[in-house]
């Protein structure tokens, strides 16, 4: 921590803030330049981020030296994390895990039909909402119960690992155990309540980034959950708000290879949502797999026409099996395999 | 609701959107123009707009028309509403009401000194968080059920309403026992679990704009606790995040008059966490009292050096006191009292 | 200036670092804490920041402590300064001074008669754009020197000083000869090449914001024109971009107030482009300036139907006469005038 | 065009709306639904765009229908351009294109070296500036024409064509005598006097993104340089400004494949300033390849520490070298080479 004073600061307010951080059991190391004095803060930074340093008489802004996290952070684990997530399917190995399925559960039929074909042509993890948060209280909310069910049972059918989303704290033991993996939606990203009560499971937990997150806060996100003993975590870029309004999100792929830089978790993509059009979703899934994503999440729907929920961003089975054999070399070309 | 055909649509397509728009006992009038085909719905858009149009073959693009709220517009209830809190306190009429107190209740000195130097200065609402959303989680959490204990004793001591944050529907119960106002936090605009909860109760609910929230998500959000049945609804402009850091985030005053237009509802606007710097809020909150905001939430500690959060956008009760003396003569420039 | 080392930096890294600092003649004083090395150096931050300090073997990051602009800033020139425009009308002092005026200058008859009306509603300054920057090639590019030479004519007819835009490093001598005050739009915000050749002048020059632009560089930009020799320099918040859309732009009045603690130089608002909204110009010019900004800049156009530019965030004469009576209210609640 | 008209629309307003658009030579065609009116408008947008119709009395919001860009779009021109730049360099085929150099040309060594050790690599087209546009005046300007000679003499040792920036109208002229292809900056990119100078030359330009500008307004300044005669024109993704800020920018690709399908002209992806980091530079290069990009732009230096410009996010040759050759395969498995 480095605590930069103002230009007017007195001998006085300089000995208040050191006073401050010695109490804490840390040290100060004053440097006195022409136009400012700073105060350096040796030892550990939690300790004294509790304190509004900004308030203290003469202090001009304070600046954090290393990052929040420290469960989830590279320095801390150096080696990637491998997350299994059931049925012998790993995450963040050298094989590419693609997660397919539609975006919400509708019926039997629209699931089975989506569950063989995804899985036919190469998905890992079936994926499917039956929770679903939507901008509007007037919108499919989606079938609850009754579509957790469903998934579990094609799941079994076909013989692939689940994901769906998780919207309250009162689910958490009911999700848990209908599906393989939970998801944290994007704007639940900040739902602390939420996010402590998966990291009490030993569920793989699939963290999407909010939809204003900075990598920072998403770390930090991810930081409650392994807090929590939970360290089963994937993290999923699925585009951020920008004023760009062409795409519905700007997807943020050098958020994907920096992600991988700061932190040991798996990192996956998500260029159904990250678009919110069908015919992006073959690039950005190419290029997902080219800067180094350990997989994607995509949505494929029958008839998108007839979908319930997100159709304008779906493929169907038949451009998704076409996505396939396009990641399939991509991958390739950058030393992995699907 | 407006549909626009692709260049290349052909009468078969257009013959298909317009048999969907029928099924659903809607009307649909086709225009066509010298580069496009248009076809316009007439009838309730919520009908369609469940529909995926943006995937049915020759379509280009759907523009709705009409503003996806109801219960909340001006347009459905064009008189002002005026929530009742609670001793007396009425928000959205003539007077602006000012709610004030620490980010977080610490202990019952510092809250009981808080809400007498308030109180004596003009506030006519008591704030204090028991429950706290922290991006960190080794940041303090609030004291719960004990701060909740400690807000309802001091407020019936100084003899003003309410309010605290509520994070968790499992908490919506027992936070209603003891406060009079429910705030919902800005990371859980779109928590749409609590929305429907919060939408259960009959308390008065402030609703803060998500930190990346449009005007017309933000509506959403209280169209949701509408639907419920509790029209109690308190909009509180916080700060949007922007490009710019100087400040913690954007405070968007202009969204405070669109609102305002917009919707019957109430605002108020909180400087405190909308500039993060103490040294913003008397400005921001003179501003948000000139461009019609019904009322400030501002954080005000006795000793916001020793603060346990957000202690460096707090005010001491003197520069409170302060600031209520300029609000009171803006706010009669604009025709209102305090 | 900081300079924090990664937690395997090496000795030689840290010497090498200390060795580069010292061979600019700055002082460098190294602090080993528990996790992370950190370099401080003492002096002309200036001097280093050419430097790319980030690629020397064993850094993490470099954080700047000054800000990198100087002529411009509070710290270097405590005082407020007061721009003379021409025909004793000041900018910066107790006095909150309008510039009003149609987007482009039409014709005669559009000029003169808003000449008219604007002045006496209590206009200071008289705007009307010569050359337009339109976002597209085939929208009206205003009349060039033919427009220039309508604005100084009915300018002196009426008695007042006058602004227009300056495009063009070609143009600037040439304007310059015809209007008071020279404009840099926020598409030229940082066209360095346009910022040193109005530097050369000795024309007050009114920098606006540009659309993504921080506070910093907008004062950097200023810093452009300041180091040239000229410092008559008046800032113009006038929106910026986020990805909230119902706006316009998102009007960023805390910018306002910031700029007036960092800079010494006056800050005006211009409430028209700031929100594209005709019926958002009157309360954000009452909370721009209730918030502390120094004047205002408000399109007027007699006949806004008929306007070929910006026509529809344009006051009717009436309507602006309206909006004087009020601000003058709210200008003397927060003890100036108007 | 599509005009919303208010509920409380009479049907005087509405009558004087259709007149306005039938005095233009346009049809409209009114549509009364049962909470709006809607009058659509038959005939080339262009016409009404300028008529303010957001004031006309009883409209509610004007929604355009059609892209407002023509020469540059793929309704207008469908065949993929191909722009030649000179010794039989082809940007826009199925040959990727990358262009490599310093970000400023220091002296004679320094861009020799270069030179020689990216046409090694791979590279087509050296870069190098000679104008800078620095966000502070006191940071390295470049060194001007003597920078242009440079450039020239070593791009005919090594024999590549060559790009630089081009910054103020007045130097257009000189610039075209030493480079193949005029670079428009970020920071211009709406500067609209420099798009119409560079639109008179028959000169390759490279358009970069500005730094907030959606992908109309993007493809708007590309119409400005067309309708101006000269289409040679290459765009170029530089990074968007977010919230995001541990990125310098925030790489937008999924613009990149938004841009192939909306217009004929080639793309180009510039991760160096899109990222502002040495390490990501590499993995963004395969994404953007993946994605579609027709070339890449990349900051190379013999020695990063040494720049005067931008020397954090340069490659050394080694890593361009390593990075070519990922690229290689990437360029393969998308059915393309280098």
Redesign the interface.
Known sequence: M?I?MR?DATEKDIEYVVKRIEKLGLKA?V??????T?V?V???E?KI????????PGVEKV?P??A?YKLVSR?FHPQSSIVEVGKGVKIGGEEIIVMAGPCAIENMEQIRETAYRVKQAGAKILRGGAYK????????QGLGLEGLKMLKEVAEEVGLPTITEV????DVELVSKYSDILQIGT??M????LL?EVGQTNKPVLLKRG??A????WL?AA??IA??GNTNIILCERG????????RN?????????VK?LSHLPVIVDPSH??GK???VL??S???????ADGLMIEVHPR?????S???Q?LIPDKFQELME?VK??A???GRYI
Chains 1, 2, 3, 4 share one sequence.
Do not use: W
């Open positions: 480095i930069v230009k190391m440097s006195k330049g022409i136009e400012r700073i350096g040796i030892g550990p939690d981020s509790m304190q509004p340093l900004e308030v203290f600046m030296v290393l929040p320095d948060p939507r901008t509007s209280p007037y919108s499919f919207m309250d704290t009162r704007r639940n900040q739902n602390f309540s402590k939809l204003s900075t990598i920072k806060e930090m930081e409650y807090s929590g951020i708000r920008t004023f760009e309004t062409y795409t700007t997807l943020d792929l050098s958020a994907v290879a920096s830089q990250g678009t069908y015919n992006l690039p950005m190419l290029a997902a797999v080219a800067c180094g998108p026409q007839e979908a319930l997100d159709g304008s779906s396009k070399k991509v390739e070309a950058v």
